[in-house]
């Protein structure tokens, strides 16, 4: 039975090419997210409560669609909906 030595070199270079690998394999593939979410996914997204985003809908912050009874928001709606009302930090509260 023959015995084959593994070195720290040989561990450092199955390291690199692990770590490659894994990069190629988290950039090919984009996080897919549903285009379309239901009311009670929006709810939780946005941790807000139904009276909050009927308000949304209401006054025309948060668009939709509704199909058979069931609402349906588009995710880059939300995206947008987020991105708009961003506060930006200021600086000073970093030094």
Not at 3 to 16: A, G, H, K, P, Q
Not at 18 to 25: A, W
């Amino acid at each position: 039975m023959a015995v084959e030595v593994i070195t720290r070199e040989d561990l450092n270079e199955f390291r690199s090419l692990l770590l490659n690998d894994l990069k190629e394999i988290i950039q090919s593939k984009p996080q897919q997210t549903k285009q379309w979410l239901k009311s009670n996914e929006v709810r939780k997204l946005l941790n807000i409560s139904p009276g909050t985003l009927q308000n949304l809908r209401i006054n025309g912050t948060l668009t939709y669609t509704k199909i058979g009874g069931i609402m349906y928001y588009d995710h880059s709606d939300i995206d947008k909906l987020l991105n708009g009302n961003k506060v930006n930090a200021l600086p000073t509260l970093f030094k």
